[in-house]
């Protein structure tokens, strides 16, 4: 106890990829770098776009 497992780790990979994918596509299309969609992980870090 008090490690993740292997399926832990996928499961929150699979949450994560989830969550950034739309906010991927939306950089995209509005000119925004799409490497910054991973800041939506961050609570409070897409603020600074709005």
Known sequence: MGSFSVWHWMIITIILCVIVAPF???????????????????????????
Request: glycine letters at 8%; aromatic letters at 12%; charged letters at 5%.
């Open 24 to 50: 991927w596509m939306i950089f995209k299309r509005t000119g925004i770098p799409p490497v910054l969609s991973i800041l939506a992980v961050i609570p409070g870090a897409i603020l600074i776009f709005i």
